[in-house]
């Protein structure tokens, strides 16, 4: 029998054919180690950063994220050993929280909001002040490490491995991580299309000056990333939508973050599908599971808030 290790959880998650107005299949990514698909990331970035000579293992390691990288980074750095700073912004969920703090990580709280609300370039200008002030401290800059895309490499040999046939992938974006690397690896085997879903109030495909409630999809800054990515097309979904597809999802069983409700209604209403359906094989990439939102998009209370 093969004893395996705790991270041999990442990876390898399942793959769900759903039964819906248009039939696809979703790559559960909450099923890895710590709940996400950043789990895939944190997991790459730490190993190769530590065989590159990058990091040791007195190395802090610091990053800007109030959801599932700073969870997943949190969880990687206590296995092995390293100091977590994690710089969040005033909206992360409790749970996040909580769970970061409970893994070892010391949490850095950002106050400085842009016009739109997002925290994102005050919680990196904070970043940039501790690399500044401090040394043998590494940021893991999730928006533009080559480390983090290459690590979606292994996400889309999964799908090459499963599927015989993928004729359109989609895939929520907000560091743009997991759309350059698995389209990528897609893109050379394949002659699939790929479609980029974000949400209203980011700022990655349209600059929007509407403010976003939602976490886990959509960016107050262009990321990188973006430039080695491989998409077709993209689409910009209501928040009102991808919560209201969470909660169809939950009818089934299934229990997914907004990203996973943007994607989900953005294959019910895509446009560019050519002609029929009946052949095509549809495949989603859902990229962490719901009970961390328990307070926020499965919140009556917090959806009325938000939409008032």
């Not at 190769?48 to 990058?54: E, L, M, T, V, W």
């Not at 949190?74 to 994690?86: L, R, T």
């Not at 109030?201 to 107050?220: L, P």
């Not at 907004?258 to 209604?265: M, Q």
């Amino acid at each position: 029998m093969k004893i395996q290790t705790i991270t041999d959880m990442i990876g390898n998650t399942p793959l769900l054919k759903i039964d819906d107005n248009v039939e696809y299949y979703a790559k559960i990514e909450g099923n890895n180690l710590f709940g996400s698909i950043k789990d895939r990331a944190a997991k790459y970035l730490m190993e190769n950063a530590y065989k590159d000579g990058i990091i040791k293992k007195d190395t802090v390691i610091i990053e800007s994220s109030s959801g599932n990288f700073g969870v997943a980074l949190a969880g990687i750095c206590k296995i092995k050993g390293n100091p977590f700073i994690c710089v969040v912004d005033p909206n992360i969920t409790e749970s996040n929280r909580k769970i970061i703090e409970l893994l070892g990580a010391k949490i850095v709280i950002a106050h400085k909001a842009d016009a739109n609300g997002s925290y994102v370039q005050n919680r990196i200008q904070i970043v940039k002040n501790y690399v500044m002030n401090y040394t043998n401290i590494y940021w893991t800059n999730q928006y533009e490490n080559e480390y983090v895309w290459k690590a979606y490499y292994s996400l889309g040999e999964e799908l090459r491995d499963e599927m015989e046939q993928i004729d359109y992938l989609f895939v929520a974006v907000s560091t743009c991580g997991t759309l350059a690397g698995i389209s990528q690896k897609i893109k050379s085997i394949s002659n699939c299309r790929i479609i980029a879903v974000d949400i209203v109030g980011s700022q990655i495909f349209e600059q929007s000056t509407r403010k976003k409630h939602v976490s886990g999809i959509g960016a107050g800054i262009l990321p990188s990333n973006l430039l080695s990515a491989k998409y077709d097309d993209y689409m910009i979904i209501e928040e009102v939508d991808a919560i209201s597809e969470c909660n169809k999802l939950l009818s089934k069983g299934i229990i997914v973050g907004a990203s996973s409700g943007a994607v989900a209604y953005a294959i019910q209403t895509y446009t560019g599908y050519l002609n029929d359906l009946e052949h095509k094989k549809i495949v989603a990439i859902f990229p962490d599971r719901g009970e961390r939102y328990l307070d926020t998009i499965y919140d009556k209370e917090w959806v009325n808030k938000i939409q008032q």
